[in-house]
């Protein structure tokens, strides 16, 4: 019986992972696809997208969603029993596609393919590591020495650097291939820059693949035929180095909660004013604004804000405001939902 090949997307929050998946339903060319799709946050923003492109490729029932933490840290409870199922299927899918969260260690996930009933059945056919190119070029994943030797001076047992170096370095140590995406926030000499940095933190041989919006040819990203799970002792992690499970802990996230909001310019300007001043990582969600019969989504990637309406809401579906907001511990939740609670009612 042939196995059946499995890419895992990794890539810090908002690095493209959800734009790649969708660039991939819609060039499936006749594959059918299974997505398990895992979110930080408690609200599942990412399947909501990814379902209302209503692709052939990836029907309704073939997305999984696995919302409220990251995978890497439940794999008995939630992660084995989703693919057990996938692959107890009269028809299982012909490749497994999975997001993990932004804030996940892929190495814990490639490691459940070696249990045996997965391994018998499912193979990692690639890692993919999704890197932003415009949040590296900023300096999002370098050490700020002047910190950590501040850090380090008020606890002198603190062990490791900035955790987003640590989760940029863990995720590309682990890729079997990246996709330098972003390609059109900088220019050609800072990309060059960025690439040679993300070079130099992936294994001999990895690919590097330059893209905009995630549009990679899919014949290149799927059929790696990596069998990432036979060579996890080449993928080395800060994590197990450090002797601990992961770096959640150093991030915060929560979901602020509303009604409608009024006028939608003066949401985005207040998410833009909350995010400098709170130096948040990642906004997303849905909002409803007040007289529209479409919801709209927000995006926030560091400082940049992007929206949208996407589809109508739906008879029976609460007309409602949910932004997920994510941030490095110690993020002032009180002091965002109180900034936000004039402009989303
Ligand atoms: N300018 C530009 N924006 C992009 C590109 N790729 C993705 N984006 C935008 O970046 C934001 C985040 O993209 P997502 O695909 O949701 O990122 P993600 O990695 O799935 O995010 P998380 O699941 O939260 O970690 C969205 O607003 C996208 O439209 C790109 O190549 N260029």
């Known amino acids: 019986m042939s196995k059946v090949p499995t890419t895992v997307i990794t890539g810090f929050l908002g690095a493209g992972k959800t734009t790649l998946i969708r660039h991939l339903l819609a060039h499936a060319k006749g594959r059918r696809l299974a997505l398990v799709i895992n979110e930080f946050g408690d609200v599942g923003v990412d399947g909501e997208l990814v379902k209302g492109c209503n692709d052939a490729a990836c029907p309704e029932e073939d997305i999984v969603e696995l919302a409220n933490g990251c995978i890497c840290c439940t794999v008995a409870d939630d992660f084995l029993p989703t693919m057990q199922k996938l692959l107890d299927r009269p028809s299982p899918p012909d490749h497994i596609i999975i997001e993990t969260s932004g804030l996940a260690l892929p190495k814990p996930l490639v490691k459940a393919f070696q249990w045996p009933d997965i391994r018998t059945r ?13 949040a590296v070029a900023a300096g999002r994943f370098a050490t700020d020495e002047a910190a950590l030797a501040a850090a380090r ?11 987003l170096e640590e989760l940029f370095e863990d995720q590309l140590a682990c ?24 070079d130099a933190e992936t294994r001999p041989g990895v690919k590097i693949v330059r893209a905009d919006h995630g549009a990679v040819d899919i014949a290149a990203l799927l059929g790696i035929t990596a069998a990432a799970e036979d060579d996890l002792d080449a993928r080395p992690s800060h994590h197990e180095a450090e002797g601990e499970d992961h770096d959640h802990d150093d991030f915060d996230s929560f979901v602020v909660n509303g009604a409608e909001a009024a006028d939608v310019d003066a949401l985005v300007s207040r998410l833009g004013e909350l995010i400098a001043a709170h130096d948040v990582l990642r906004v997303k969600g849905m909002v409803a604004v007040a007289g529209k019969p479409v919801r709209l989504v927000v995006q926030a990637v560091g400082p940049r804000i992007q929206h949208f309406y996407d589809r109508g809401w739906l008879a029976g579906e609460a007309r409602r405001t949910q932004l997920v907001v994510i941030g490095q511990k110690g993020l002032d939740r009180a002091a965002i939902e109180a900034g936000l609670e004039g402009v989303i009612g």
């Open 175 to 198: 890729a079997d291939m990246v996709v330098l995406n972003k390609t059109d926030l900088v220019d050609a000499a800072t990309l060059a820059r960025v690439e040679a940095q993300v």
């Open 153 to 163: 001076a008020a606890d002198p047992n603190l062990d490791h650097d900035s955790p």
């Open 122 to 134: 499912a193979t990692v056919d690639g890692v993919v590591a999704l890197i932003d190119a415009d």
